[in-house]
């Protein structure tokens, strides 16, 4: 017989955070749409667990503020929330191209951007945008507060430095420089209520006809979304007029081949992290032609 | 002929109220007083023998009221075609869908959690995965009794094929592959047995597609007169033939348990449950060998196509036997050499499924007309035009179609028109500079209308006067979402002159319903169609009688408007006057109708003959854009047309075009059960995909071509299938034109796509 | 803490339910309050078919635990006609032919009403987006889509 599990609903942080400290096998619970299926489909997922925490009434989590260097979107900003956000439409686009890209409406209008880093599959669509955006998530626990940068926050697939007795509250993003692209591209085997097969988010802050800072990083290749060292060396400093956009998708692939190895679906792979990231260079060259 | 009111119009259909406000009851929406809640336990192994089952914990499990394997079952085996089947699994399971084990339990949760207690202890054989291996002399042999893996081989054979060869300026050979594919009817299956109910044995409730084929394995497996089972069938949540000789196994289960505790049973699979057990179409292996002349004129064809029955016989002699028929397509052949084969594996058993035997040889023999006009220098409709059958052709059974209008020309002219092709064709053949790149291609077919010499072709129906003029009408083929109840009460009304609000279709009930063979193989509207005209007509018979009595008139009576009149158009009677008057006078207002098709003929040992009665003709086509850098395939545009006899409502057969096409789609891109060794791995709709609202052309224009047919009510007959077995070749030929390479197995996944060939974790 | 109270207004109804943690909306429609019309294809939020208006927002019913629906309102296709009168969703669903078998209408009218809801002109655009996680097998979307274009018309003309 399954074991009873106990249901809390905080309304207060301070009192969620303590039952967390107090009973490090409470899980918590936003929209469910990861853990709900997780929960139907693992025999042992409710022997594990001592009681859902929900953490929908939470205000802390909740919501999109601009402050003056940075914004912050709560860990419970649902995947719509953040497709229907003008502010982010206007300065971290790639973001809201990979939430918009998430599931379906049904999974969009409850799933949200804490959930999808916490479970934190290799296919997870916010984390690579995130960590193009250098994002900090902010955690806390009744002991206290903790900054870690979103590209540290996943150490493999479905774990996180997250404690038990913590809750992701938001992620942080430093405002863009004026002229930032920002790209996010996604390959599924179908056209909605898609797995990613492989992804691609390139955050590049241009001045002068030159890179100043850029972030590639590509999903479901790697075990843990990861920024591409190597391909941002060869974009990085560089005009953008001179950049080989065929020439730096092939140091991609080679990249991810260095992490991963030859898998069986690297024959796919290559080629197809070669067209995200060509593609996203020429959009690159595009964008800086036309200013 | 005066214009029809209820046929050949977009009626809404009779049962859409019903199902938009909630209100219809499917399979597992029903409670019974007293319910139990059944569960099955499978096996772990696609291929093991059982050594011994432990159900004592389980027995003990509060709330338990049985726990049963195969020894508890009178008779364990069932089936339509040849009885192989298990009910449950006696000493050796033969597929990972097999049960092993039942339960019944007083909650769903119970049941779940006391199934898990059943200790089942396997010895795991060695399987048979693939038709490769069946067929081989030294391979295992998979059904017990049998002495090698060979379920069944159809030869055909019409003029001397090594001769035509010969004679062949260029010779082809291809082999084409075509995956196992999923049902994926939204509704999970379900059903519920009551013991004794009224004066049956018992009553099975549920998403029965064939509620004759049920009962007969039901009354099979427990030893009792036909009877003594009653099917009432709920609303189908989807079928597609998806849901025959599982959802029997499952009746079979709860009626077994049902009489055990004399509760009714209710059984409802999950998803997992549902991809895991139920039979899937045939994947099919095969190898084409065409010779032609120069010009593009066919002389020879020589055709093996193999399909993998899996763990039972199931339909495969019946699917495979299409598959003969259609397999060189609608083309005249002088000479033709074709064997279809079915063997049994250890994988999934494999049944019907929309479309039957046709969509695997489609794809085939389609992709590779447009391959041979490309090593002619023919354009794709060239050498189309120049064999296909027109008036008076002999198909490859040597039948002489000359009793209906052979309309490729029509159908193959209006689908291209609607969707430009030719220009687009040429557009598409110059270079294109993005990596995004368009194609366009298109497919043929002929199809024969219903079970052809599969079968007895027979169907009734009743319809039932009341006193105050409303109409009951039984049918013994079976709404299965088709929109089947809507067209048949369109014919009763039309031919009784009445509004279609007067008419109530009930559900198929196999106590009441005349015995009709099963809802397959696009055969409701002609053959059930029929049925319910000839009932309707025999009534009119007996009011006539009864008008030139009764109101002193013996002309011709006009039905229309819910009223009689007479050939001058004077009002006789109204329809709920007339009704009420000839019951008080002792008139009969009710009868059976009973239609059988026309004759057939087929020789088992040359595959010549007269296969079906009619057959119809459809052209689909289909525009894409392919991904060129990622193997993204989207497809744009699609055409489809499609000769119908007489559409009896146009709305419904548009429906069943835009259905099919999407279906067709979704098996040609996407659809993948992701097996390893007898494994499924795709379970649920997160791994197996099926097309979504976004996956769908944006337009597919679906055209009605009607050259009314003689065997067909008001000239009918049929669309359901016709409409997904061209999509698959359409798209990949299209592919093959964007792309400049020809993929020739089925899905054509990212991977096949972008580079030809595609990725497994078992490679 | 196992059995939790939960009151929430279903249909325009303040109801009450004792439920255990785990137990998914969906069950809780069908099983307590026998509202059937919300049915189950997958039970991982892949189909669609148990579609609900939670707060206004189109849900799968069966990724929602009933706990999480305390004070919340729940709209299921039972509650979208008003006595005989249908909704307009409804009926241009029947005078579309976009019902066949009709186990993926409700969650589909349930999209769309949360859809036109919002939003009384949509695109076509917008409402594939809105029933991209309905999945129907019978239809090729074709006469739903139109359907759900001739109600937000009809509605916006209102």
């Known amino acids: 017989m399954k074991k009873d599990i106990s249901f809390y609903h905080c309304e207060e942080l301070d009192?969620?955070?303590?039952l967390l400290a107090e009973d490090n096998n409470l899980k918590p619970i936003a929209g469910g749409t990861d853990l709900m299926v997780e929960m139907r489909n693992d025999e042992n997922f409710q022997e594990n667990i001592s009681g859902l925490l929900d953490i929908t009434a939470l205000e802390e989590l909740q919501g999109i503020t601009v402050k003056e260097n940075h914004i912050n979107i709560g860990a419970l900003v649902t995947h719509q929330e953040i497709v229907n956000s003008e502010v982010l439409q206007e300065k971290y686009s790639a973001l809201v191209a990979a939430a918009a890209a998430i599931g379906s409406t049904q999974i969009r209008n409850r799933g949200t951007i804490g959930g999808n880093v916490c479970n934190a599959a290799a296919c997870a669509d916010t984390l690579g945008p995130l960590i193009a955006f250098e994002a900090d998530a902010l955690l806390e626990s009744y002991a206290g507060e903790r900054v870690v940068p979103a590209a540290d926050l996943v150490t493999r697939p479905y774990q996180t430095v997250i404690r038990d007795d913590e809750l992701l509250k938001c992620f942080r993003l430093p405002l863009p420089a004026a002229d930032t692209f920002s790209n996010f591209q996604k390959i599924g085997r179908r056209q909605a209520l898609a797995i990613t097969r492989i992804s691609l988010a390139l955050v590049a802050q241009i001045a002068d006809g030159m890179v100043k800072q850029v972030k590639v990083v590509p999903g479901s290749t790697t075990p843990v979304p990861e920024p591409f060292a190597g391909v941002e060396a060869r974009i990085r400093d560089r005009k953008i007029a001179d950049l080989k956009p065929a020439e730096i998708a092939a140091a991609a692939s080679e990249e991810m081949v260095s992490i991963t190895g030859e898998r069986w679906s690297t024959p796919y792979k290559k080629p197809a992290l070669e067209t995200l990231v060509t593609r996203a260079l020429v959009q690159l060259k595009e964008v800086a032609d036309n200013e | 002929m005066p214009e029809k009111k209820q046929v050949n119009k977009s009626k809404k259909r009779v049962d859409a109220r019903a199902k938009v406000t909630g209100k219809a009851k499917f399979g597992a929406d029903l409670k019974f007083h007293n319910m139990l809640y059944g569960q099955v336990v499978r096996t772990e192994y696609p291929h093991a023998k059982i050594i011994n089952i432990n159900k004592s914990k389980a027995e003990e499990y509060p709330g338990v009221e049985v726990v049963m394997t195969a020894e508890d079952i009178p008779n364990n085996l069932f089936g339509v075609i040849i009885e192989n089947q298990q009910v449950l699994a006696e000493d050796r399971v033969l597929y990972i869908g097999d049960g092993v084990a039942m339960l019944a339990a007083r909650s769903k949760k119970a049941a779940r959690e006391a199934a898990k207690l059943i200790e089942v202890e396997y010895e795991e054989l060695p399987g048979v995965y693939g038709v490769e291996e069946a067929r081989q002399a030294d391979s295992p042999v998979v059904m017990p009794g049998e002495e090698n893996n060979q379920v069944i081989h159809h030869p055909l054979r019409k003029g001397d094929v090594s001769e035509g060869l010969t004679e062949a300026d260029i010779v082809m050979e291809r082999k084409y592959t075509t995956q196992f594919v999923e049902h994926a009817y939204i509704e999970p299956e379900a059903v519920t047995v009551v013991p004794e109910e009224r004066n049956t044995l018992v009553t099975v409730y549920g998403a029965v597609q064939n509620p004759n084929a049920t009962r007969d394995a039901v009354a099979n497996v427990l030893d009792c007169d036909l009877s003594k089972v009653r099917i009432i069938q709920d609303n189908m949540g989807g079928s597609f033939g998806g849901k025959d000789e599982n959802i029997s196994a499952m009746a079979c289960r709860a009626a077994v348990m049902a009489l055990a505790t004399n509760k009714p049973v209710q059984l409802v699979n999950s998803r997992e449950e549902s991809i895991i057990e139920s039979y899937k179409r045939h994947p099919y292996t095969m190898n084409y060998k065409i010779g032609a002349k120069d010009d593009g004129e066919l002389v020879a064809m020589e055709i093996e196509a193999v399909a993998d029955s899996g763990a039972y016989a199931c339909q495969t002699p019946f699917v495979t036997w299409r598959s003969v028929v259609q397999a060189t397509g609608p083309y005249e052949v002088p000479n033709v050499k074709t064997d279809t084969y079915g063997f049994y594996t250890n994988s999934p058993y494999t049944g019907a499924m929309r479309g039957y035997g046709s969509p695997p040889v489609i794809f085939a023999q389609e992709s590779m007309m447009d391959e041979l006009a490309a090593e002619l220098d023919l354009t794709p409709a060239e050498i189309r035009r120049k064999n296909m059958f027109k008036n008076n052709s002999r198909t490859a059974s040597n039948q002489k179609l000359d009793n209906h209008e052979v309309s490729l020309t029509e159908v193959m002219d209006k689908?291209?028109?609607?969707?430009?092709?030719?220009?687009?064709?040429?557009?598409?053949?110059?270079?294109?500079?993005?990596?995004?790149?368009?194609?366009?291609?298109?497919?043929?077919?002929?199809?024969g209308v219903s079970l052809g010499a599969e079968a007895i072709d027979a169907a009734g129906a009743i319809v039932s006067v009341q006193k105050d003029g409303s109409i009951i009408l039984y049918s013994g083929l079976a709404e299965n979402g088709q929109g089947l109840k809507t067209v048949f009460s369109q014919i009763a009304a039309e031919e009784l002159g009445v509004s279609l609000e007067r008419i109530t279709h009930m559900e198929t009930d196999t106590s009441v319903s005349p015995e009709s063979g099963s809802t397959v193989a696009s055969r409701s509207t002609l053959v059930g169609g029929s049925a319910v005209k000839k009932a309707a007509e025999n009534i009119k018979t007996v009011i006539a009688e009864f008008v030139a009595e009764e109101y002193d008139y013996s002309g011709k009576i006009i039905y229309r408007d819910d009223a009689l009149y007479t050939k001058e158009g004077e009002r006789i009677v109204a329809f709920p006057e007339l009704a009420a008057t000839a019951f008080h006078n002792g008139v009969f207002l009710s009868s059976y109708g009973w239609y059988k098709a026309p004759g057939i003929s087929w020789d088992e040992e040359t595959g010549q003959g007269r296969p079906y009665f009619t057959y119809v003709y459809g052209c689909q086509a289909a525009e894409v854009e392919v991904d060129t850098g990622t193997g993204e395939v989207k497809v744009v545009n699609m055409s489809a047309a499609h000769d119908v006899g007489k559409a009896i409502n146009p709305a419904n057969v548009r429906g069943q075009i835009y259905g099919?096409?999407?279906?067709?789609?979704?098996?040609?891109?996407?659809?993948?059960?992701?097996?390893?060794?007898?494994?499924?791995?795709?379970?649920?709709?997160?791994?197996?995909?099926?097309?979504?609202?976004?996956?769908?052309?944006?337009?597919?224009?679906?055209?009605?071509?009607?050259?009314?047919?003689?065997?067909?009510?008001?000239?009918?007959?049929?669309?359901?299938?016709?409409?997904?077995?061209?999509?698959?070749?359409?798209?990949?030929?299209?592919?093959?034109?964007a792309t400049g390479r020809r993929l020739r197995d089925l899905p054509l996944n990212l991977e096949r796509v972008l580079l030809g060939r595609n990725l497994s974790k078992e490679d | 803490m196992s059995e939790i109270k939960v009151e929430f207004t279903l249909n325009d109804n303040k109801e009450s339910v004792v439920v255990p943690a785990e137990e998914r909306l969906l069950d809780t429609l069908r099983e307590r309050f026998d509202l059937t019309g919300t049915k189950e294809g997958c039970g991982v939020g892949e189909c669609g078919a148990c579609t609900v208006i939670l707060d206004g927002e189109a849900v799968n019913s069966c990724l929602v635990p009933t706990a999480q629906v305390d004070g919340r309102q729940v709209r299921t296709v039972e509650g979208l006609a008003e006595g005989d009168e249908l909704d307009p969703l409804q009926q241009s669903f029947i005078d579309h032919q976009a019902v066949q078998c009709g186990f993926c209408t409700p969650g589909m009218l349930m999209s769309a009403r949360a859809l036109l809801d919002k939003n009384t002109s949509p695109t076509e655009e917008e409402i594939k987006t809105a029933l991209d996680g309905n999945l129907c097998r019978c239809t090729g979307y074709k006469q739903i889509v139109d359907a759900v274009e001739a109600a937000a018309k009809k509605e916006e003309r209102e």
Do not use: C, W
Request: glycine fraction near 10%; avoid cysteine.
């Open chain 1, 15 to 18: 009192a969620a955070l303590k």
């Open chain 2, 415 to 447: 689908a291209l028109s609607a969707i430009d092709y030719h220009d687009k064709y040429e557009k598409y053949n110059q270079p294109q500079d993005s990596t995004i790149k368009r194609g366009i291609g298109f497919a043929i077919s002929y199809r």
């Open chain 2, 660 to 737: 099919g096409a999407v279906m067709a789609l979704g098996h040609a891109l996407m659809e993948d059960l992701g097996f390893s060794k007898g494994f499924i791995k795709h379970t649920n709709f997160d791994e197996y995909l099926i097309p979504t609202v976004k996956d769908a052309p944006e337009n597919i224009e679906a055209i009605i071509v009607e050259n009314p047919d003689p065997a067909g009510p008001y000239g009918a007959k049929s669309i359901g299938e016709p409409a997904m077995e061209l999509g698959g070749a359409a798209i990949n030929n299209a592919i093959a034109q």
